[in-house]
């Protein structure tokens, strides 16, 4: 097989990705722990330091609503 043909179990094979982002906890607070998933407005990408993720979905949470944003 060269590299140009694609398997016949990849065409229709496909992962979705979800992310759940939460907020820091009380205790993360407290050891000075900040916030390190920045969300890249209107794309499906978040980046943790120089990494950046795609994704299908993600989950904002709140101190105690889960929104979900598809």
């Known amino acids: 097989?060269?590299?140009?043909e694609v398997?016949?179990?990849q065409q229709k094979d496909s992962v979705k990705v979800a992310v759940n982002i939460r907020p820091l906890?009380?205790?993360?607070?407290?050891?000075?722990c900040?916030?390190?998933?920045?969300?890249t407005p209107g794309e499906p990408q978040v980046q943790i330091g120089p990494h950046v993720f795609t994704y299908d979905h993600y989950y904002l949470m709140a101190?105690?609503?889960?929104?979900?944003?598809?």
């Open 7 to 9: 398997a016949p179990h």
């Open 34 to 39: 900040t916030d390190c998933v920045t969300i």
């Open 63 to 70: 101190r105690l609503v889960l929104v979900r944003h598809i």
């Open 25 to 32: 906890i009380t205790p993360e607070l407290l050891l000075g």
């Open 1 to 4: 097989m060269e590299c140009s």
